[in-house]
């Protein structure tokens, strides 16, 4: 049985966690904080008290943190995973990162000889807790190939989309996707509310037709609740739109639209709204508008 480690136990993390300790892994944690740490100690996990102590046990090692610096430090810092290291130790990152800082990381791991896969999941937080999740990974065959049993107690769908970096690249066009949905989502509540129609009615008549997505499936109930609450915060959409636009700066590819769609969460960020979840967005459309969609 694989050893496992899982460093990063914050909304996702925590979940996806649980459900690789759930599916039969020993599995070793680390955390900033230590109450998640204890959280899954109590239900048969063990700690560690730094990512190099956990590199030392394990035989794959997952990250789920917030940007890249964070993912490098845990990684290639003091104390990180690559002052643990071992021959045939798997790194596996599930954070959302620049493609050009996971392939600085694999090269650096490889030295090491350390795989590194980047392997960015979506789905959210009902994902991550139901181990739906998608996870698109970038990598070595081989090692994707030994971790899919553990990927498998993760996600519903794992698709390796070529060599390192190209996990992340995927992840940014998914989020691309998602900006834009969020963003057409909010102006047609808006739109249908400011236009004198019920906008319950009007996702009713159109998500069955060439509007249907997850996005119009999931969010508006959640909205019309009043529960803007996360799902997926806000200022994690905006600095993922920022490894978007840095991306495409990169290679020169023209994303006008995406551009414009950025503005909107950081829009949201400037009104106060970066705790709330992506969908919230709506609010910025509402303030434009001068009416509500409740």
């Given at each position: 049985?694989?050893?496992?480690?899982?460093?990063?136990?914050?909304?996702?993390g925590?979940?996806?966690?649980r459900?690789?300790?759930?599916?039969?892994?020993?599995?070793?944690v680390h955390n900033?904080?230590?109450?998640?740490?204890d959280?899954l100690?109590?239900e048969?996990?063990?700690?560690?008290?730094?990512?190099?102590e956990l590199?030392e046990?394990?035989?794959?090692?997952?990250?789920?943190?917030?940007?890249?610096?964070?993912?490098?430090?845990?990684?290639?810092?003091?104390?990180?995973?690559?002052?643990g290291?071992?021959?045939g130790?798997?790194?596996?990152?599930n954070?959302?990162?620049?493609?050009?800082?996971?392939?600085m990381?694999?090269?650096?791991?490889?030295?090491?000889?350390?795989?590194a896969?980047d392997?960015?999941?979506s789905?959210?937080?009902i994902?991550?807790?139901?181990?739906?999740?998608?996870?698109?990974?970038?990598g070595?065959?081989?090692?994707?190939?030994?971790s899919?049993?553990?990927?498998?107690?993760?996600?519903k769908?794992?698709?390796h989309?070529g060599?390192?970096?190209?996990?992340q690249?995927?992840k940014?066009?998914?989020?691309?996707?998602v900006?834009?949905?969020?963003?057409?989502?909010?102006?047609?509540?808006?739109?249908?509310k400011?236009?004198g129609?019920d906008?319950?009615?009007?996702?009713?008549?159109?998500?069955?037709?060439?509007a249907q997505c997850?996005t119009?499936?999931?969010?508006p109930?959640?909205?019309?609740?009043?529960n803007?609450?996360?799902?997926?915060?806000?200022?994690?959409?905006?600095?993922d739109?920022n490894?978007?636009?840095?991306?495409?700066?990169?290679?020169?590819?023209?994303?006008?639209?995406?551009?414009?769609?950025?503005?909107?969460?950081q829009?949201?960020?400037?009104?106060?709204?970066?705790?709330?979840?992506?969908?919230?967005?709506?609010?910025?459309?509402?303030?434009?508008?001068?009416?509500?969609?409740?």
């Open positions: 049985m694989l050893r496992v480690g899982y460093i990063g136990l914050g909304l996702m925590k979940s996806i966690a459900n690789i300790l759930k599916a039969g892994f020993p599995l070793t900033r904080s230590q109450a998640a740490v959280e100690v109590a048969g996990a063990k700690s560690a008290s730094s990512p190099k590199a046990q394990v035989d794959i090692i997952f990250t789920n943190l917030p940007d890249s610096p964070d993912v490098e430090k845990v990684a290639l810092g003091e104390n990180g995973i690559i002052h290291a071992h021959d130790l798997i790194f596996i990152d954070s959302t990162i620049k493609p050009a800082s996971a392939r990381i694999a090269e650096k791991l490889k030295e090491k000889n350390v795989f896969l392997a960015p999941v789905g959210g937080d994902g991550a807790k139901n181990g739906t999740l998608t996870i698109m990974v970038g070595e065959a081989s090692a994707v190939e030994k899919m049993p553990v990927f498998q107690a993760m996600g769908t794992v698709t989309v060599e390192s970096g190209a996990g690249v995927a940014a066009a998914n989020q691309i996707m900006a834009a949905q969020m963003v057409a989502m909010a102006e047609l509540l808006v739109f249908s400011k236009a129609v906008p319950r009615k009007v996702v009713d008549a159109i998500k069955g037709g060439a997850w119009l499936d999931v969010k109930p959640r909205l019309f609740d009043g803007r609450n996360p799902g997926f915060k806000a200022y994690m959409q905006l600095k739109m490894i978007v636009l840095d991306t495409a700066k990169e290679y020169d590819i023209p994303i006008s639209a995406t551009e414009k769609n950025t503005e909107f969460f829009m949201m960020i400037e009104q106060g709204m970066r705790e709330l979840d992506n969908s919230a967005v709506v609010g910025v459309v509402e303030k434009l508008a001068g009416i509500e969609i409740l």
